[in-house]
C-alpha cells in the first residue's frame, strides 16, 4: 500500500532552520505531484509548499524566498527545507501527494515547534 513518512520535525529558535523529508513507498513517485502543509493548533490545514513532477514549485506568500523544496525521484523523497523560521510556523507539517490518477495520499505529520 502507499506510505508517506515524513520526519525531520522538531524544536527550533526563531532564525533556526529545519529541514524536514517525505519518502514514499508503494507508488508511482516519479510522476506524482508533491505538496506540504501545514496546520497550526486550531487552524485549518495551509499549503506551505508545492512542486509538480515536471518539478513546477510554488510557494505560499508567507514562506517565499525562506523555504526550498525538492524532490529526488531516485529516493522517492521530497524535502523541505525551511530557513529564518517564526514562532508562526509552528505547527504539524504534512506531507501530500497526488497520483497521475488523481489519488491523493497524506502523511501522519511532523511537529515543527519554533521558540521566539
Known amino acids: 500500500q502507499v506510505q508517506l513518512v515524513e520526519s525531520g520535525g522538531g524544536l527550533a529558535q526563531a532564525g533556526g532552520s529545519l529541514k524536514l523529508s517525505c519518502t514514499a513507498s508503494g507508488v508511482n513517485f516519479r510522476g506524482s505531484d508533491i505538496q506540504w502543509y501545514y496546520q497550526a493548533p486550531e487552524k485549518q490545514r495551509d499549503l506551505v509548499a508545492s512542486i509538480s513532477s515536471t518539478y513546477y514549485i510554488n510557494y505560499a506568500d508567507s514562506v517565499r524566498g525562506r523555504f526550498i523544496i525538492s524532490r529526488d525521484n531516485a529516493k522517492n523523497m521530497v524535502n523541505l527545507q525551511m530557513n529564518n523560521l517564526r514562532p508562526e510556523d509552528t505547527g504539524v507539517y504534512y506531507c501530500?501527494?497526488?497520483?497521475?490518477?488523481?489519488?491523493?495520499?497524506w502523511g501522519q505529520g511532523t511537529q515543527v515547534t519554533v521558540s521566539s
Open positions: 501530500r501527494l497526488r497520483t497521475p490518477s488523481r489519488s491523493v495520499y
